[in-house]
């Protein structure tokens, strides 16, 4: 499995943003996905995740409520639209899988949130 990340960029406080996660290859090995984010100065930690099946959904604390992840399983993405967007959300983002065999990660892609 390999996972491709994009959407990442520079967005004002308050602004909106939409990360993607493409996956290829042995797709099929997939039971869930997940979003994680790497704050400077700070340890990845985890955002939101989706299984790949029912699409059952949770969500970190801090993005509950401005966050929606969801899947599209015929396209093999996923999905994180981030909502009132803060400066303390800027970090890399990175897609995760957790296949059968082992979790896989993307390579990550920039979100700034700043005036």
């Known amino acids: 499995v390999q996972l491709v990340e994009s959407g990442g960029g520079l967005v004002q406080p308050g602004g909106s943003l939409r990360l993607s996660c493409l996956a290829s290859?042995?797709?099929?090995?997939?039971?869930?996905m997940e979003w994680y984010r790497q704050r400077p100065g700070q340890q990845r930690e985890f955002v939101a995740g989706?299984?790949?099946?029912?699409?059952?959904?949770n969500y970190a604390d801090s993005v509950k409520g401005r966050s929606t992840i969801s899947r599209d399983t015929a396209l093999n993405t996923m999905l994180l639209q981030m909502n009132s967007l803060k400066p303390d959300d800027t970090g890399v983002y990175y897609c995760?899988?957790?296949?059968?065999?082992?979790?896989?990660w993307g390579q990550g892609t920039q979100v700034t949130v700043s005036s």
């Open positions: 995760k899988a957790l296949t059968l065999w082992r979790d896989v």
């Open positions: 290859g042995s797709t099929g090995s997939i039971n869930a």
């Open positions: 989706i299984t790949r099946e029912r699409g059952t959904t």
